[in-house]
């Protein structure tokens, strides 16, 4: 079955950017039917949604994100990744990576990530 | 977009049932029929137990159901056993995704 695993840094200092990458594993990432998602959540709170992607490339944002965000997708690796620039200590949080269903939209968020987290500090 | 708004806590005692509410607007939970509702334990990822209001994913306990009236919708879990104590979010479309605060189940 599908896994999603995501890697990168556990630390990030201010003012840098973090860097996520999700493999997919057990299926294609272009197998079409699905947007590659990153979602947080900062440490005791709820469920934050950043981005996803299609594998053709589209992309859509969260508005409150959406000028430091850059998802992109890397089919030949079955990878796909999140960039978030000019980190604050409000960036900390655990990322997960997840798998949206489509239908005519997104409709639910159908395979996780364990998840990572990450700090920003100097 | 604004987060919908989920009760902090609920509890039940094993066998009971229990209903979490979900309440946005008529630009997301309202107007869509697009409502997933999410189960996580502690220091584990969010696991799908119901998507399109009331559908279950297969291996989801039918103990679980989803429903929606007007604005708000709602997850009910009958039957409450130990293993449900967990916190719940609910999500909708709404041009995007968006969560709700999350709700902890308690199971006394």
């Known amino acids: 079955q599908v896994q999603l695993q995501e890697s990168g840094p556990g630390l990030v200092k201010p003012s840098q950017t973090l860097s996520l990458t999700c493999t997919v594993s057990g299926g294609s990432i272009s197998s079409g039917g699905y947007y590659w998602s990153w979602i947080r959540q900062h440490p005791g709170k709820g469920l934050e949604w950043i981005g996803y992607i299609y594998y053709s490339g589209s992309t859509y944002y969260n508005p409150s994100l959406k000028s430091r965000v850059t998802i992109s997708v890397d089919t030949s690796k079955n990878q796909f990744s999140l960039k978030l620039s000019s980190v604050t200590a409000a960036d900390t949080a655990v990322y997960y990576c997840a798998r949206g269903s489509m239908i005519v939209v997104v409709n639910a968020f159908d395979i996780w990530g364990q998840g990572t987290m990450v700090t920003v500090s100097s | 977009q604004s987060a919908l708004t989920q009760p902090r806590s609920v509890s039940g005692s094993p066998g009971q049932s229990v209903t979490i509410s979900c309440t946005g607007t008529s630009s997301d939970v309202g107007g869509y029929n697009y409502v997933s509702w999410y189960q996580q334990h502690p220091g584990k990822a969010p696991k799908l137990m119901i998507y399109?209001?009331?559908k279950r994913p297969s291996g989801v306990p039918d103990r679980f159901s989803g429903s929606k009236s007007g604005n708000t919708a709602s997850l009910t879990i009958s039957g409450l056993q130990a293993e449900d104590e967990a916190d719940y979010y609910c999500?909708?479309?709404?041009?995007?995704?968006?969560f709700g605060g999350g709700t902890k189940l308690t199971v006394l």
């Open positions: 399109d209001v009331s």
């Open positions: 999500c909708s479309y709404a041009g995007s995704p968006v």
